[in-house]
């Protein structure tokens, strides 16, 4: 089939991709196993306090890398509770993270190996499609309250509300990805039926 001979051509690509994808997943599954009891033991402990020691330079993004802070600095100057919940929230806000985009790269990696097999057109193809669009459209809630929540308890802890406040909304690019996949979706299902008829002529 020229299809399946087309898809050769980019079959060493898709390995690697699909390579990635289980790495990707393997290591979000570690960080939600980890991260995960931590940050909530940490939030109901009051027996422990942090002292952070990081370089300098260290900075960590929010709100799509348009808010960066240095985290150093931070734990300097701010109360010993205020350092505490910003590093509760940073430590939430990773497993959200983790656990949207592991559980993407599970579908996908699924989706990449029927590719590498030469049978794009499965219909359990186009569930995990439909899949990754749902957790998409999901993801975009708990990613804008993940980073919404932390910018909060970063503004307040450098008493910056007078100055400073969130306005919470839906991660818009996971929105219109969690679209285009469903419609994708639909393609893959459709694509599934052609194949049928195309072998049940053969």
């Not at 909530?40 to 709100?63: A, D, E, M, T």
């Not at 592991?102 to 049978?119: D, M, P, Q, T």
Request: charged letters at 10%.
């Amino acid at each position: 089939m020229p299809s399946v001979e087309y898809l050769k051509k980019y079959s060493k690509l898709v390995k690697v991709l699909r390579i990635l994808s289980q790495v990707t997943y393997w290591l979000s599954t570690a960080a939600v196993a980890i991260l995960l009891p931590l940050a909530i033991y940490l939030s109901v402990s009051k027996q422990w306090c942090i002292v952070i020691g990081v370089p300098g330079n260290f900075r960590l993004g929010y709100i799509d890398g348009v808010i960066r802070y240095n985290l150093a600095f931070a734990a300097g100057a701010v109360t010993p509770e205020h350092a505490n919940a910003i590093l509760v929230q940073i430590l939430f806000s990773i497993v959200v993270f983790a656990a949207v985009y592991g559980a993407i790269s599970f579908f996908l990696s699924g989706v990449l190996k029927a590719i590498e097999n030469g049978e794009p057109f499965q219909r359990n193809n186009a569930r995990r499609i439909f899949s990754i669009g749902l957790i998409y459209l999901g993801g975009s809630l708990f990613v804008g309250t993940a980073q919404a929540s932390a910018a909060n308890v970063i503004i307040h802890a450098m008493r910056l509300t007078e100055a400073l406040t969130v306005n919470y909304s839906a991660n818009s690019i996971m929105i219109v990805a969690g679209l285009l996949m469903l419609i994708l979706s639909g393609i893959f299902r459709y694509g599934f039926y052609l194949q049928e008829e195309y072998d049940a002529t053969l």
